[in-house]
């Protein structure tokens, strides 16, 4: 009875430890298994219980994020283990003379290299670079522009005549750059939280929002990473930076723009038919998609001031849109006044100022960009818009010219970063009262932007200077007037050059001559033969 007696007890044990062990084991797998938002699952229009296709399509994307979670797991193993190795090999040869040598590479005048000295160095790159605050800057030339990037593209500004605005597939040292990137942002976001607390969800590749990147040639490179946040109209936002060598996490916060107004500035002067089209923008991804602007046209003269009334006046009423403030001057034209008056007229908290031209259609998602990217007293964000080439010889015909909707992408043939331009900007109200707003000498076309944006980079403020591919310049005949000083006529000459056909478009308008005959030449020989 006493050899019966524990030996039971322990089987009885052995049994408990065993089922336990297998309920972890089920627990753990359950846990570690990727949790789809079950937005994604609803299929809208269709009552429960869904058809085979449904289930199909529900199990492919179930399926998908499996893969990413597994494929993502691997990249961090691989990870880990290749700093595990670095690190064994730091201290089997932390004694030996590669220390030295390494240190002087680094620039530490030490003659044996630590991981704290390590650590110091690539910190010292970061309080160095422009991460944490803005540096003075002499003018607009030394400004060094971000680039903006998604999954599948990269928007860049310093094309050349072979590459292109909008790079896909993207070069294979900048996919494997940005991909590991994006890996970090979601590992960040994926690590346990300090406090111990489980993860309720699991991020993903499709949480990717969109980036923008700048390399400082001297420091590293500078990396803003923007993710759906819980709800919607809230982000993740993770900051990274390269010191030309390994990652180091900077800052890891939550964003949300659910309170954010923007209000969008239009100075005009006539022009109401285009005034007509931008409302017709304005409606749709303004007021229906994303719900959370104001207007302000600043209005010069009478000509045609009533025709303009009246299109607000009906687009208020027909959206049941009240957020809109007319303003007339009776005066001549000038884009500095009329945004210093549309600025200065706002009298609420403290907006996002969108300072807008009546030939500028914008998407919905831009004016996220534009609340993601401008923080009072901290960052302004100028976008570099895409600048749409004259249609009529971009298409052709009249006839073949698409509905604008349709010509608006970023393709080399369609138009250009116009990245000479800095009218586009969107800041919070203080800090464009506080940098002391436009220079109101400044008469006619051209110089007020860069002034303001000089101003802007001269302080303590933060430039993000990045294309944006939501932001498009429609493309307008161009008249530059006598009345211009010698300076400003050669700024619009310049804009009036660049606006109407690619480098290769006008190449085959000047040499339309030669071709014509040689096409001459090719038929007749055709028909002497």
Known sequence: MLRRGPMAWLSRTGVVLLVLCCSGSVLYMLSCSPRGDTRHLAFPGRKSPAGPEEYRVML??????????????????????????????????????????MGAGLGLALPKRTQADLLRFLHSQIDKAEVHKGVKLPNEYAAVPFESFTRQKVYQLETGLTRHPEEKPVRKDKRDDLGEVIEMGLETLNRPKANGETQLRVFSNADFVEGICRTERDKGTLYELTFKGDKDYEFKRIVLFRPFGPLIRVKDEDLSTA?????????????????????????????????????????????????????????????HFKNFTFVHLNEEFSRGKGLEV????????????????????????????????????????????????????????HDSIPPLEQQLVVKKETGFWRDF???????????????????????????EDAHLY??????????????????F?????KFCLDELTPEQYKMCIQSKAMNEASHGQLGMLVFRKELEAHWRKKKAGVKKT
């Open 259 to 319: 309170q954010t107004l923007v209000n969008v500035i239009v100075p005009l002067a006539k022009r109401a038919a285009k005034f007509q089209q931008f409302m017709k923008n304005f409606r749709e991804m303004g007021i229906r998609l994303d719900g959370r602007v104001h207007l302000t046209v600043v209005y010069f003269g009478t000509e045609q001031m009533s025709e303009v009334r009246g299109i607000l006046e009906n687009t208020s009423k027909s959206a």
């Open 421 to 447: 331009g800095f009218g586009m900007t969107c800041q919070y109200h203080s800090d464009f009262i506080n940098i002391g707003g436009f220079d109101l000498g400044i008469k006619g076309w051209g110089g």
């Open 473 to 477: 310049h429609l493309w307008h005949e």
């Open 342 to 397: 549309g600025a200065r007229v706002w009298k609420g908290g403290n907006v996002v100022l969108f300072f807008c031209d009546v030939d500028i259609y914008f998407t919905a998602e831009f004016l996220t960009t534009c609340r993601l990217n401008a923080q009072p007293g901290k960052k302004v964000f100028y976008p570099v818009l895409f600048s749409q080439y004259n249609p009529r010889l971009i298409y052709g015909h």
């Open 60 to 101: 492919r994307e179930a399926e998908e994020h499996q893969q990413d979670y597994i494929s993502s797991l691997k990249r961090q193993l691989a990870r880990l283990k290749g700093a595990l190795q670095e690190r064994s090999r730091q201290l089997k040869s932390r004694s030996g003379p590669s220390n030295a040598s």
């Open 454 to 471: 000089r101003k802007y980079l001269r302080s303590n403020l933060m430039v993000v200077r990045s294309p944006a591919r939501g932001l």
